[in-house]
């Protein structure tokens, strides 16, 4: 499974971006995949999770309300919608997939076995 993330930019605080990562494979039917960040100095954290069966959606407390994670099943793609982004927002985002998880384990990054390459968001003050 090959993934591609693009979307990312240079925002002022209080705007919007939208990632994209589209995978390389079109059956997903026990896929979970999921957005991590990792700012500079800091652990790859997680961001957002969606599970493509049954399409149930998982946040991290810091970005509830504020992004949404959703799919277009005829692109293989998964969108980030980052509203009312803030400067502690600022990192490289991730996107990653996996087929064996359960939902207990969707928060970790060890637990994906497929990544992307990264797309960096800078949010300015």
């Known amino acids: 499974v090959q993934l591609q993330a693009s979307g990312g930019g240079l925002v002022q605080a209080g705007g919007s971006l939208r990632l994209s990562c589209t995978a390389s494979v079109r059956t997903f039917s026990r896929f979970f995949m999921a957005w991590f960040r990792q700012a500079p100095g800091k652990e790859r954290e997680f961001v957002a999770a969606?599970?493509?069966?049954?399409?149930?959606?998982y946040y991290a407390d810091s970005v509830k309300g504020r992004f949404t994670i959703s799919r277009d099943n005829a692109e293989n793609t998964v969108y980030l919608q980052m509203n009312n982004l803030k400067p502690e927002d600022t990192a490289v985002y991730y996107c990653?997939?996996?087929?064996?998880?359960?939902?207990?384990?969707?928060?970790?990054?060890?637990?994906?076995?497929?990544w992307g390459q990264g797309t960096l968001v800078t949010v300015s003050s």
């Open positions: 969606y599970k493509w069966s049954g399409g149930s959606t």
């Open positions: 990653a997939a996996d087929s064996r998880l359960i939902q207990s384990s969707i928060r970790y990054a060890y637990e994906y076995d497929y």
